[in-house]
């Protein structure tokens, strides 16, 4: 069986959730499981709904009530009829008058608990689907629709429930039986606890609902359907001759997305990654396109991609007190942890360390405290640039190539990661661009 997972994005309108089907129905004989978020847009409107209802203001509300319905009954109009349609309509209004008179209740109460938030913003999955479903019944397709409350179960943790995985999975298999031929239909992000309440996984939470289902029934693949190429080699906002990298590792993805790159996140699929299933991030605009295959374990070494990330702080603490001293590097860490502060990149010699921060909220009393001890010297307007890759020292030319690019920069520190996959540098500011292009067009530009 495979897990399509389409985004809020890629369910837009009637003849996106069209496309998404189009790429579903093309796979009928892998035995599907269509995962869908709730309509693009559709979770922040509610989410600005429940703002209003909280403050007791319904008058506010009403046209947004009303874009909720239209958007939703519109598509239904735009690619139903007959029977199918009659139907839908009435799901649609029991839905859309069950999410209102929540809503006014809560206005009435003028409160909106972590649990009333879940049960209202379920409605956009539940919305979502119950439309693609039909849609794919009036297609023709042998469809099932099944409720993902049912079978995702989660602790009590109202707004970013955990999953209670064994249940779960347990669940999954008793509940959720693909079949070549038929699609089933589900929701992300909602779930529910032991006890029927309804909960949600956080924002973005259907990657990882997919991840659980696929890593559950084994599948073949879980792909994630999105609306760009898969992960890019740099930001194409900011770098030109960008492309989109074919295959690429769990942990070099965990490493971009520290860097915001923000397609997929790492954690929500690792369920799927533990189980060694291959995680396709496609384009519904260009399902031709391969996309990127996110893998536990690839053979190949080299550079991935070129990231960064400004408004870095970096702080140089020295101290002829270090040389052959210990305990040092703790009185350091101390000091950083006390302030609740996160250190990102750390390199050291053997009378002075180098730290990068992005939390400057303490900066001045984590400088004092440590000035008692060691000459601390901070500059502000840093920025990281990384370099991420597997097994990247292993090439001997690599660091030099990235030397010669770099002559005329001024590098303020360097670490290569011990986890064999970032060499990052920090530049100033105003060098981040031209250097990440120079980089780019180094080792990464189209041949
Ligand atoms: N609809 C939810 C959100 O917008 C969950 C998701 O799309 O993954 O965050
Ligand atoms: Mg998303």
Known sequence: MIVLKFGGSSVQNSEWIDKALDITAAQLNKAPV?????MGKTTDLILEMMKLAEIGDMNNCLPLMDELKNKHMQTAYAFLSGEVLERAEVRLNELLSQFISLLKGLSLLKECSPRSKDALLSFGERLSTSLISYRAEERGMDVEFLDARTFMISDENFTSAALLLELSEKKIKEIVKPVAGKLIVTQG????????????????????????IGAALNAEEVQIWTDVNGIM???PRKVTGVRSISSITYNEAGELAYFGAKVVHPATIQPAVRKNIPVLVKNTRDPAHAGTCIEAKLSGIGLKAITSKKDITLINISSSKMLNAYGFLSKIFNIFEKHQTSVDLISTSEVSVSITIENTDSLEAIKEEMSVFANVCVEKNSS???LVGQDLWKDSHFTSRVF??????PVRMISLGSSDINLSLVVPMEKQDETVQKLHDEFLKEA
């Open 34 to 38: 269509l995962v869908s978020s709730a």
């Open 189 to 212: 992000f909602i779930s529910s606890t032991e006890s029927g309440v309804t909960t949600t996984l956080g924002r973005g939470g259907s990657d990882y609902s997919a991840s659980i």
């Open 233 to 235: 080699t740099s930001d």
């Open 384 to 386: 990281i640039i990384s």
């Open 404 to 409: 010669s690019v770099l002559q005329d920069t």
